[in-house]
């Protein structure tokens, strides 16, 4: 089975620009979530999405939206960049694995903010 | 403030020997916890859970301990192999999951 597939692999932006992000999650996963990977750090919260509803937000601004589609395919946008921005951004989608849920990571893509 | 702490940024070990790798909670309504091992360029990869009934959860060469009374968890690798060479990020799950900053395991042949 596939697992969690993300494009473009990478990407370079200037400051000001807008950029789309998008994910696939396994076949069979409704739920997709969003991350954000700086360096040093662990994958930040971004968004979750759940059957098309938002179901959480993390705590970054509104430059950042995202969408689930029909076919529970995601899109992470990012308006007005920043140089902060650059990072690795994750999606991750979600099964329930015994008595937790466990979250499936994708490649991810990384993004710079030149 | 970091819910989840995984407080030795790396970690070497030789080859054969056990890897211990360890991460702190605060938020005692954790009750899943997983470990990741992620590559550079990759996303992190699924390794173990435990859930906080039990103390103790095996796969293969890495089973996860955990002590809710003093809310925390350890990952131990054995044999470790220069395969393990990565980094390891423990997760608690709160849908959704809050990560530690991760630790860099190096095993030398």
Known sequence: DAGVTQSPTHLIKTRGQQVTLRCSPISGHKSVSWYQQVLGQGPQFIFQYYEKE???RGNFPDRFSARQFPNYSSELNVNALLLGD?????????????SGYTQYFGPGTRLTVL | DQQVKQNS????????????????????MFDYFLWY?????????????ISSIKDKNE????????NKSAKHLSLH????????????FCAASDMPLVFGKGTRLSVIA
């Not at chain 2, 796969?59 to 955990?66: A, E, K, P």
């Not at chain 2, 690798?77 to 990565?86: C, E, F, L, M, R």
């Open chain 2, 77 to 88: 690798i054995v044999p470790s192999q220069p395969g393990d060479s990565a980094v390891y």
């Open chain 2, 37 to 49: 091992k992620k590559y550079p360029a990759e996303g992190p990869t699924f390794l173990i859970s």
């Open chain 2, 59 to 66: 796969d293969g060469r890495f089973t996860v301990f955990l």
């Open chain 2, 9 to 28: 940024p790396s970690l070497s070990v030789q080859e054969g020997r056990i890897s211990i790798l360890n991460c702190d909670y605060t938020n005692s």
């Open chain 1, 54 to 56: 938002e179901r959480g």
């Open chain 1, 86 to 98: 650059s990072a690795l951004y994750l999606c991750a989608s979600t099964a329930r694995v015994g």
